[in-house]
């Protein structure tokens, strides 16, 4: 199993008519926030996989293309937001957004509400528990868990949940966007507990050998 992740920003090497000559070999893309619904369109349509999304703080209600076209969702693409799906045979979990920090902008959120959203999955993940042996495989977020890949000012800072809900759900990987990995010592990769916690700014390739 080979995912494609994407996040924050359009990488020419993606946006390309060679995409599928490099990534052919994919089996599903994910996106983890604050792209232009026609990168993502692009990926799912050049690659022919399977893609799912979740917001970025940054995500309109509505982008507006140069054809006229105004949309509300990437088309050919399933938004992942609050959602628990299985996709051949992988479990996914999206949880999109970033910590509250433009009054009454979309896509930022509280602690708590957080928390309320995380609570609005668990029925789903309980079952998943019960007749696959595990919650989920991979939970797709914009911000990174607290203290881990985030920073120290507000829109930045990660989510204190997040970590509860990896001791508590225990997902094999989570793969977040949102912090830019601009120096070469910033880690990509961390693990906490049983739960591989990954950067893919701007994108990144997995292979997943045991899922």
């Known amino acids: 199993m080979k995912i494609l992740a994407l996040s924050d920003r359009v990488a020419e090497e993606i946006h390309s008519e060679t995409l599928r000559d ?14 232009p619904f026609y990168y993502l369109e692009h990926a799912a349509s050049a690659l022919g996989a399977p893609l799912f999304y979740v917001h970025g703080n ?11 076209r105004v949309a509300s969702s990437a088309r050919g693409c399933t938004a992942l937001e609050d959602r628990v799906v299985r996709v051949d045979g992988i479990i996914l979990a999206g949880l999109g957004g970033s910590r509250g920090h433009t009054p009454d902008a979309i896509h930022q959120y509280t602690e708590g509400e957080m928390v309320w959203r995380m609570a609005r999955l668990a029925p789903q993940l309980g079952w998943n528990r019960l007749r696959y042996g595990r919650y989920l495989d991979i939970l797709v977020t914009h911000s990174p868990p607290y ?3 985030d920073d120290v000012d507000l829109p930045h800072r990660g989510f204190k949940s997040l970590r509860w ?3 508590t759900f225990r997902p094999r990987y989570l793969l977040h966007g949102h912090t830019h990995i601009t120096q070469h010592d910033l880690p990509r990769e961390t693990r906490y507990h049983g739960t591989l ?5 701007p994108y990144w390739v997995m292979a997943l050998d045991d899922l």
């Open 58 to 68: 940054h995500d309109l209600p509505r982008q507006y293309f140069s054809d006229g």
């Open 147 to 149: 203290g881990i890949h």
């Open 22 to 35: 490099r990534y052919s070999d994919v089996d599903i893309v994910l996106g983890c926030g604050d792209l």
């Open 197 to 201: 916690v990954v950067n893919v700014c």
């Open 165 to 167: 809900f990896m001791r």
